[in-house]
């Protein structure tokens, strides 16, 4: 059948128009019988042909023009099959060769382009629309980041969902990318935070030759510890036996206040929770009150367990790490329901993301059994039981070595803040990358890891005491492109923030130990489970 030239709306849009990738037939040139890079292209993109891994995802593309920003770009929007829909921006005229990849949080399930990725603040090839940006859905569409409805009986679906979806994205993006352009790619980066930090080291660990830049913020690497034992943790243990909330917002502001004055540094942050060690009892309150200023006996249990996170009864740590000492502030954001809400714990960010799990996406989801809290088992055989679908969901394999061949460079980041993923399992899965790289200075050719006072989830999305605004993409592209690697980087405060200042910090060397004498609740976590260094081969 012939190819019609698109009829266009008054806004300069191609209406839309589905073609299948991986079409054998030969592309329209111009009249000098040399490619015409853009709308030719793509008026051709039914001739694309990625390799096999693209092929069999038959995807198809439509396409339109937008203006952002004051930059002519081609939005093309498709699916991948079975069903992930993805969207990729394509400057007019602006390109530079790069290509960035941004990644989805929570169970995903929408597609979201931004055109500020996640760590790009001041990022200038982003502000002059000079890069191609691309993402997901991760293979299914959800009523909301909670949502894990999708992955009832869908075996398929979870695979996606677990590693498949960014990789088919970058083959069909990279192919798309030769269409419009007829060229490949320069450069290709990988920016993604929480769920989308999990995509990222997936890319890293499973696809070493994807991205020659990746950006893994905040990971959700232990992804089955994290929504089948943190997080169900969090609402369980702040449930009493009527099943309401027992520690709720009103008493944040003290408590937070207390734990910034036993822990804080002169400059007003905690550089490292590990090496605070606030004891929640000194906000005791007296007997028979209970006002916003103290903590009730139960209260007091509730924070100790959030610091401390999951435990069986031996006190084997079913997650590595719990909420961060200075996190207090961000707690009504994810892991408390509105205090008017009888279902407060249940309804919770954190709570929903275990129910979830439990009643869809878990080895022991059966349908029409929904879970409760009270159900959920925290013992060591129920944690065999969850890591079963471990080599699916989650992106723990500390052996980079592929990638760092490739000539990959990857920046972790996390918040010391962190409200909803901890940041004390990167801190040791980056331990076991560099015993993997025999050594720090090795892990340092290709890797570096910033934890950053204050920050909550995501840093710029999840906000901070006080917020920063990152750019881990010009460092990430200076060394890739330049070889010029990261140091030290300064984030200035938000704008609105005051006072305006900046946070400087460096490079982590996560061989290096600290922790607060006594130790506190976020030091000396015996966690059950393991990032798996193999023996160095010689």
Not at 338 to 358: C, F, H, K, M, V
Request: aromatic share 8%; proline share 9%; with cysteine.
């Amino acid at each position: 059948m012939p190819v019609r030239r698109r009829p266009r709306d008054r806004g300069g849009r191609d209406r839309a128009v589905g073609r299948r990738l991986g079409h054998p037939r030969e592309g329209r040139r111009n009249p000098a019988g040399t490619r015409h890079p853009g709308e030719d292209g793509l008026r051709g993109a039914h001739q694309l042909r990625p390799d096999d891994g693209a092929r069999r995802a038959g995807a198809r593309a439509d396409r339109r023009t937008d203006h952002q920003q004051g930059v002519a770009s081609c939005t093309v929007t498709g699916y991948i099959g079975p069903q992930t829909s993805f969207q990729i921006q394509l400057p007019v005229s602006t390109w530079h060769g790069q290509y960035l990849q941004e990644g989805c949080g929570g169970y995903c399930g929408r597609v979201q382009l931004t055109q500020q990725p996640q760590t790009s603040t001041g990022c200038v090839p982003v502000t002059n629309g000079e890069l191609v940006l691309a993402t997901d859905n991760e293979g299914h569409v959800g009523a909301g980041v909670t949502d894990a409805l999708w992955a009832q009986g869908d075996p398929a679906a979870r695979t996606v969902y677990g590693y498949a979806s960014e990789h088919s994205l970058a083959l069909v993006s990279k192919a798309l990318i030769r269409a419009f352009y007829g060229q490949p790619p320069t450069f290709s980066y990988f920016d993604g935070c929480s769920d989308g930090g999990r995509e990222a080291l997936n890319e890293a660990q499973r696809y070493p030759t994807d991205f020659n830049g990746i950006i893994a913020g905040a990971p959700a690497l232990d992804a089955i510890g994290l929504v089948g034992f943190l997080e169900p943790w969090i609402a369980r243990v702040n449930t009493d036996a009527a099943g309401h909330q027992i520690l709720g917002p009103d008493k944040m502001g003290a408590l937070h206040t207390a734990v910034m004055a036993a822990c804080a540094g002169p400059d007003g942050l905690i550089d490292d929770p590990r090496t605070c060690n606030f004891n929640p009892a000194t906000l005791r309150c007296p007997d028979g009150q209970d006002t916003p200023s103290c903590l009730t006996p139960a209260q007091i249990g509730v924070v100790g367990n959030f610091y401390r996170g999951p435990v069986d009864k031996q006190g084997h740590n079913l997650y590595d790490g719990g909420l961060p000492y200075g996190s207090e502030l961000a707690w009504p954001t994810w892991d408390f329901g509105p205090a008017a809400d009888p279902n407060a714990t249940r309804d919770s960010i954190a709570g929903q993301l275990a129910l979830n799990y439990y009643d869809y996406l878990a080895p022991t989801a059966r349908p029409g059994q929904p879970k409760n809290l009270q159900d959920i088992a925290f013992t060591s055989e129920a944690y065999a039981v969850q890591h079963a679908a471990s080599a699916v969901n989650d992106a723990l394999n500390p052996d980079l070595s592929a990638f760092h061949a490739h000539g990959g460079k990857i920046i972790l980041y996390h918040g010391w803040a962190d409200q909803a993923i901890p940041p004390f399992g990167t801190v040791d899965y980056y331990g076991a990358v560099v015993h993997q790289a025999n050594g720090y200075a090795n892990a340092e050719q290709f890797s570096r890891l910033y934890l950053i006072p204050g920050q909550y989830h995501c840093l710029a999305i999840g906000g901070g005491d006080p917020q920063v605004t990152p750019d881990f993409v010009t460092p990430l592209m200076s060394w890739v492109e330049a070889g010029q690697a990261p140091a030290s980087l300064t984030m200035p405060t938000a704008p609105g923030v005051t006072p305006h200042r900046t946070i400087t910090v460096t490079p982590t060397n996560p061989l290096i130990s600290r922790t607060a004498t006594p130790p506190g609740a976020n030091n000396n976590y015996h966690w059950i489970g393991r990032y798996p260094v193999k023996p160095a081969t010689s």
